[in-house]
């Protein structure tokens, strides 16, 4: 059981936006920034989010970030087939003195 | 070009210790901020921290983990060791090194393809 909680899935069809939650508590998301994964089959994560809103170089503009409260929202504006993937988002936890992770969301391209 | 690459063994038995390099390049571990450690990934799981040492040879663990693991750093030779003790079955996985850019954000910015150990007798 994670300490931050996503869907196991979401699915979009190509054009729509599809946004993918992460829930958590004043003692991580409430407290600290959060970032998110993108996890292609078979590779590794790659950062696509940090700082709860920044994108690093090279992700598209198509993805983006926000943070309200204990919750956080990854946006996927018109997914693409080769978006498909697992996402995770992570964070600290105070409580616990450990980065903590989610549990994943697979999307999937209608 | 940032590049970071896991080596070690593959099969390790139960009970034993493991022992996993991490090989970075392009970037120096004694810059202000910056950290390297380890995230795992049993079979179809999620990923899970381990553990990360900083610039300054602070460390963070896993708390369910720290009494089980060691963390070092080889500045001079861009390298860092994670070592894991009475391995098992259940630590199954595959080991990740990444690079965290910032000791108070805490984001890993780059990662290493992984390496896949299995504890099995």
């Known amino acids: 059981q994670s300490v931050l909680t996503q869907p196991p899935s979401v699915s979009a069809a190509p054009g729509q936006r599809v946004t993918i939650s992460c829930s958590g508590s004043n003692s991580n998301i409430g407290s600290h920034y959060v970032s998110w994964y993108q996890q292609l089959p078979g590779t590794a994560p790659r950062l696509l989010i940090y700082?709860?809103?920044k994108r690093p170089s090279g992700v598209p503009d198509r993805f983006s970030g926000s943070k309200s409260g204990t919750s956080a929202t990854l946006g996927i504006t018109g997914p693409q087939t080769g978006d498909e993937a697992d996402y995770y988002c992570?964070?600290?936890?105070?409580?616990?003195?450990?980065?903590?992770f989610g549990g994943g969301t697979k999307l999937t391209v209608l | 070009q940032i590049t970071l690459k896991e080596s070690g063994p593959t099969l390790v038995r139960p009970t034993q210790t493991l022992a996993l390099t991490c090989t970075f390049s392009d970037f120096s571990l004694s810059t202000s901020g910056l950290g390297v450690g380890w995230v795992r990934q049993p079979p179809g799981k999620a990923l899970e921290w381990l553990a990360f040492?900083?610039?300054?040879?602070?460390?963070r663990f896993h708390p369910s983990l720290k009494s089980r693991l060691t963390i070092t750093k080889d500045t001079s030779k861009n390298q860092v060791v994670l070592t894991m003790t009475n391995m098992d079955p259940l630590d199954t996985a595959t080991y990740y090194c990444a690079r965290d850019f910032d000791f108070w954000s805490g984001t890993l910015d780059y990662w290493g393809q992984g390496t896949l150990v299995t504890v099995s007798s």
């Open positions: 040492i900083y610039w300054n040879d602070y460390k």
């Open positions: 700082d709860n809103e």
């Open positions: 992570g964070t600290w936890d105070f409580s616990l003195s450990a980065w903590v």
